[in-house]
């Protein structure tokens, strides 16, 4: 785990937010801020943060289990399954969760030439 996951977890570990219904750009659905729920996911995170060039550590689902929360080492929180939809950082990243607010898709880096 890394420093940026360690922090978060210790501030907002835990919590379990019950939303539903119309957001601002999305769907608001609920979701848990618990890093148990990557266990077993070791080498989809491994692939991601590969893929992405990112250190990816699972920190939530959401309720449904279509996302998985994950925190990256600067702080960026994303949706994560197949692709990465970045959320913000912190506890912005947790206020887009709470009103609906659309990820950003996470462009997949290019080696340059």
Not at 80 to 100: H, Q, R, T
């Amino acid at each position: 785990m890394h420093a940026a996951a360690e922090e978060f977890l210790q501030e907002f570990g835990g919590i379990r937010v019950e939303v539903s219904g119309p957001g601002m750009t999305c769907m608001r659905i609920p979701f848990e801020i618990d890093p148990e729920v990557g266990f077993g996911e070791e080498d989809r995170f491994l692939e991601l943060s590969r893929h992405f060039n990112r250190s990816l550590f699972p920190i939530g689902m959401t309720d449904s289990s279509e996302f998985i929360l994950a925190i990256d080492e600067e702080g960026v929180i994303y949706y994560a399954m197949l692709w990465l939809f970045s959320l913000g950082v912190g506890d912005s990243a947790l206020e887009c969760l709470v009103k609906g607010v659309a990820g950003e898709r996470v462009s997949v880096p290019t080696s340059e030439s």
